[in-house]
């Protein structure tokens, strides 16, 4: 299994960012992906989910502000991220539950930061 996120970067108060996971080594299409963040000094967090069918969930902290979505052709899990605030900061992980493992990416950084 390997999970490789992108997008991440710098951006202001109030702007936007799309974060991408390219998923490979599994069936991408029969399991549910999630998103996760960890701020410094803080716990990883749940941001978001989706199942393998399309069915979202989001952490009350961003709901009405990011969006999940996956691409099972190309084998992506994408979170639009709107309106972004400084308490965004973190580094944003991908993630998927296969056979009894929690696999995780390596990340990728968003700084909100006028």
């Known amino acids: 299994v390997q999970l490789v996120e992108s997008g991440g970067g710098l951006v202001q108060p109030g702007g936007s960012l799309r974060l991408s996971c390219a998923a490979s080594g599994f069936i991408f299409s029969n399991y549910a992906m999630g998103w996760y963040r960890q701020a410094p000094g803080k716990e990883r967090e749940l941001v978001a989910t989706?199942?393998?069918?399309?069915?979202?969930n989001y952490a009350d902290s961003v709901k009405g502000r990011f969006t999940i979505s996956r691409d099972n052709a190309k084998r992506t899990v994408s979170l639009q991220m709107n309106s972004l605030k400084p308490d965004d900061t973190a580094v944003y992980y991908c993630k998927v539950d296969k056979g009894g493992m929690r696999y995780w990416g390596k990340g990728t950084l968003v700084t909100v930061s006028s």
């Open positions: 989706i199942t393998s069918v399309g069915s979202t």
